[in-house]
C-alpha cells in the first residue's frame, strides 16, 4: 500500500503510488508506523529537493528527521506553497531569490520568504489552502489555477490538465475572465520575474504536439 506523502496542487497530501520528479518536505509530520496525524507541517520551511542527492538513498517515513513528501513537477511543489532547496538545488534557490528580489526590490533571506510564503498558502487558523482570484490572461508559465474543477498547468497560450502521473488534456487558455489561482500569490510574482520551474516530461510532450500541429 502506498504511503500518504504525495502532494497535490491543491496541497492535500495522499496516498497514490506514483512517486513523481522532486522530493522535499515541511518538517516532521509522520508518525513511527509511517502514516500521518493531523499536522500538515512542522515548521514554516517548506521546500523542494532533487530526488537524486550524491547517490545518497533513505527509507522514507522511517527516521524523525524529515518527513519526505513527493511531487509530480515543481509546478505542483510551488502551487503548494514549497521553494527551491537552497542546499541540494542551489541554483535555482540562487534564481528563485533573485526573482524575488527583482519583483520586491529587497532581497531576502530563507525565513523572510518562508514567513511571507505561509501567509500567503494557508488560509488563517486552518489547514486550507489560500486560493485568489486573478486574470487569467495574466498568469505566467508554471502557475496553477483550479479551471473546470480540477487542477490545470499555464503554459504560455495553454492550459494542462493535472494528473497524477503526469499532464493529460490540453486546452486553449481563455483571453479573458479570472480564474482561481492555486499557486500563491508571492511565487506568482516570482514566475513573472523569470523564474523557471521544472516541469514533468508530459509538459513538454505536449507542448512538442501543439507546435507539430501548428496551432
Same mark, same amino acid.
Given at each position: 500500500?502506498?504511503?500518504?506523502?504525495?502532494?497535490?496542487?491543491?496541497?492535500?497530501?495522499?496516498?497514490?503510488?506514483?512517486?513523481?520528479?522532486?522530493?522535499?518536505?515541511?518538517?516532521?509530520?509522520?508518525?513511527?508506523?509511517?502514516?500521518?496525524?493531523?499536522?500538515?507541517?512542522?515548521?514554516?520551511?517548506?521546500?523542494?529537493?532533487?530526488?537524486?542527492?550524491?547517490?545518497?538513498?533513505?527509507?522514507?517515513?522511517?527516521?524523525?528527521?524529515?518527513?519526505?513528501?513527493?511531487?509530480?513537477?515543481?509546478?505542483?511543489?510551488?502551487?503548494?506553497?514549497?521553494?527551491?532547496?537552497?542546499?541540494?538545488?542551489?541554483?535555482?534557490?540562487?534564481?528563485?531569490?533573485?526573482?524575488?528580489?527583482?519583483?520586491?526590490?529587497?532581497?531576502?533571506?530563507?525565513?523572510?520568504?518562508?514567513?511571507?510564503?505561509?501567509?500567503? %498558502?494557508?488560509?488563517? =487558523?486552518?489547514? +486550507?489552502? !489560500?486560493?485568489?482570484?486573478?486574470? #487569467?490572461?495574466? @498568469?505566467?508559465? &508554471?502557475?496553477?489555477?483550479?479551471?473546470?474543477?480540477?487542477?490545470?498547468?499555464?503554459?504560455?497560450?495553454?492550459?494542462?490538465?493535472?494528473?497524477?502521473?503526469?499532464?493529460?488534456?490540453?486546452?486553449? %487558455?481563455?483571453?479573458? =475572465?479570472?480564474? +482561481?489561482? !492555486?499557486?500563491?500569490?508571492?511565487? #506568482?510574482?516570482? @514566475?513573472?520575474? &523569470?523564474?523557471?520551474?521544472?516541469?514533468?516530461?508530459?509538459?513538454?510532450?505536449?507542448?512538442?504536439?501543439?507546435?507539430?500541429?501548428?496551432?
Amino acid at each position: 500500500m502506498p504511503l500518504q506523502n504525495r502532494v497535490l496542487p491543491t496541497g492535500e497530501i495522499v496516498a497514490i503510488p506514483d512517486r513523481g520528479t522532486l522530493t522535499g518536505n515541511r518538517g516532521i509530520i509522520h508518525r513511527r508506523d509511517q502514516t500521518l496525524g493531523t499536522a500538515r507541517w512542522s515548521h514554516h520551511a517548506w521546500i523542494c529537493c532533487t530526488l537524486d542527492w550524491q547517490g545518497r538513498k533513505r527509507q522514507v517515513m522511517t527516521g524523525r528527521n524529515w518527513t519526505e513528501l513527493f511531487f509530480l513537477d515543481e509546478a505542483v511543489a510551488l502551487a503548494a506553497g514549497h521553494r527551491p532547496c537552497g542546499y541540494c538545488r542551489r541554483d535555482a534557490y540562487a534564481s528563485f531569490v533573485t526573482a524575488w528580489t527583482n519583483q520586491t526590490g529587497a532581497r531576502p533571506k530563507a525565513p523572510e520568504m518562508d514567513k511571507v510564503l505561509h501567509a500567503a %498558502r494557508i488560509m488563517p =487558523g486552518t489547514r +486550507a489552502q !489560500l486560493r485568489h482570484r486573478t486574470r #487569467i490572461d495574466a @498568469l505566467p508559465t &508554471g502557475a496553477m489555477i483550479w479551471h473546470g474543477g480540477s487542477a490545470h498547468l499555464v503554459l504560455e497560450d495553454r492550459l494542462l490538465c493535472y494528473g497524477p502521473d503526469g499532464y493529460g488534456a490540453m486546452i486553449s %487558455r481563455p483571453k479573458s =475572465g479570472s480564474a +482561481a489561482v !492555486l499557486t500563491p500569490e508571492p511565487i #506568482i510574482n516570482v @514566475l513573472r520575474e &523569470g523564474y523557471t520551474p521544472l516541469l514533468h516530461p508530459s509538459a513538454a510532450k505536449l507542448r512538442q504536439c501543439h507546435r507539430l500541429r501548428g496551432n
